[in-house]
């Protein structure tokens, strides 16, 4: 079984671009999460999306957007890029279906802002 | 408002030595909690998964153990080896109608010397 594949795993924009990550879950899974690490800061929820809806979100400006699609894939997008945004984005997935909801990891996307 | 604290930050020990890490939160009220490894650069790999109405789970030479009234969870490691080192992040996934919004602690960074 396929895990949690991110597209593009590196990724080198400057300030004031766009960008947009995508995020294919296991096979099966209807929910994706997307968080941002950083060295300071650690690991930070984005937001959830199950059933292409959001149910979640964390406490990032309005330029950190996202959707799902009807078949779970997930993309996240930043707008007006600034230094701060360079991290590591990961996403994960899941069942949702209940409190036995374990998450599964993709190995991420670098982004740099310059 | 969930937080996550992990102690130690950091952690050397001999290969074969048997070694606890600690995670503590604030709000009892959880789904899950979730012990993940990462190496560097790379995306997370969960290692166990406890829901909130068990005490324990393991798998090989992990050990993970919940004490949801006292906010506490630790994982033990035995017989360590080099190939251990990582950092161990844990994380909890809070109630209500999310099932996909994991808290994370900063992190153990685990070397284990041959």
């Known amino acids: 079984k396929a895990g949690v594949t991110q597209t593009p795993r590196y990724l080198i924009k400057t300030r004031g671009q766009q960008v947009t990550l995508s995020c294919s879950p296991i096979?099966?899974?209807?929910?994706v999460s997307w968080y941002q690490q950083t060295p300071g800061q650690g690991l930070q929820f984005l937001f959830e999306y199950f059933s292409e809806t959001q149910r979640n979100k964390g406490n990032f400006p309005g330029r950190f957007s996202g959707r799902q699609f009807s078949n779970s894939r997930s993309e996240m997008n930043v707008s007006t890029l600034e230094l701060g945004d360079s991290a590591l984005y990961l996403c994960a997935s899941g069942l949702w279906a209940s409190s036995y909801n374990e998450q599964f990891f993709g190995p991420g996307t670098r982004l740099t802002v310059l | 408002k969930q937080e996550v604290t992990q102690i130690p930050a950091a952690l050397s020990v001999p290969e074969g030595e048997n070694l606890v890490l600690n995670c503590s939160f604030t709000d009892s009220a959880i789904y899950n909690l979730q012990w993940f490894r990462q190496d560097p650069g790379k995306g997370l790999t969960s290692l166990l998964l406890?829901?909130?109405?068990?005490r324990e789970q393991t798998s090989g030479r992990l050990n993970a153990s919940l004490d949801k009234s006292s906010g506490r969870s630790t994982l033990y490691i035995a017989a360590s080896q080099p190939g251990d080192s990582a950092t161990y992040l844990c994380?909890?996934?809070?109630?209500?109608?999310?099932?996909?919004?994991?808290?994370f602690g900063q992190g153990t960074i685990l070397t284990v010397h041959p």
């Open positions: 096979s099966g899974h209807r929910s």
């Open positions: 994380a909890v996934c809070a109630g209500g109608t999310s099932y996909g919004k994991l808290t």
């Open positions: 406890i829901q909130s109405s068990q």
